[in-house]
């Protein structure tokens, strides 16, 4: 079946800048997670999405950074004003259970 | 000091080498770890699920858990040139929710 899929592949912006990144998660999994990863840092959770509601937005950056799911299904993650340390690839995952979870193949952004 | 060390790497091996890659971790509450694989420019691929302590196999690869010793393996047996990617290892527990701790991944050469 189909997997995780995201969008854009690549983005590059100017910093100050806003950008929207999209995840269409695997067809019946209730929870959808966003993770960021960078060099130096690894891989670090920022939201999760139970349905439409984020019971866990604690490692959101900055409020700077927002996201929202619709239909239970499809998610954006929205940088407003954008900066340089923001370059990373946005990593969505999803699950049907919490910690089996399925990523797709991320959204590289490069902040110029 | 982070909670889960792993060492990074390049680890290079002769194609059919068996090999161990391993993780350290701080909070004795994980109760859940996972392996991850992660191809260049690819997001991470669920590669095995372990739930507490023990072994679990599949195919060529065997996951370790010693909670005693917060300590956690992957084996590769036989390994092929296509196994060459980073190793990601990952965990959580029901007081993290759903989100994932990750390692900072190790970086797996295989040479023909």
């Known amino acids: 079946g189909a997997g995780v899929s995201q969008s854009p592949s690549n983005k590059v912006t100017e910093k100050g800048k806003d950008v929207e990144l999209r995840c269409d998660p695997i067809?019946?999994?209730?929870?959808l997670y966003w993770y960021r990863q960078s060099l130096g840092q690894g891989l670090e959770f920022l939201i999760y999405f139970q349905g439409n509601s984020a019971p866990d937005k604690s490692g959101l950056p900055s409020d700077r950074f927002s996201a929202e799911r619709t239909g239970g299904s499809v998610s954006t993650l929205t940088i407003q004003r954008t900066q340089q340390e923001d370059s990373a690839v946005y990593l969505c995952a999803s699950s049907l259970w919490g910690y089996e979870q399925y990523f797709g193949p991320g959204t590289r952004l490069t902040v110029t | 000091q982070k909670e889960v060390e792993q060492d990074p790497g390049p680890l290079s091996v002769p194609e059919g080498a068996i090999v161990s890659l391993n993780c350290t971790y701080s909070n004795s509450a994980f109760q859940y770890f996972m392996w991850y694989r992660q191809y260049s420019r690819k997001g991470p691929e669920l590669l095995m699920y372990t739930y507490s302590s023990g072994n679990k196999e599949d195919g060529r690869f065997t996951a370790q858990v010693d909670k005693s010793s917060k300590y956690i393996s992957l084996f590769i047996r036989d390994s092929q040139p296509s196994d060459s990617a980073t190793y990601l290892c990952?965990?959580?527990?029901?007081?993290?929710?759903?989100?994932?701790?990750f390692g900072a991944g190790t970086i797996l050469r295989v040479k023909s």
């Open positions: 990952a965990m959580s527990s029901m007081e993290y929710g759903n989100k994932l701790v």
């Open positions: 067809s019946g999994h209730t929870a």
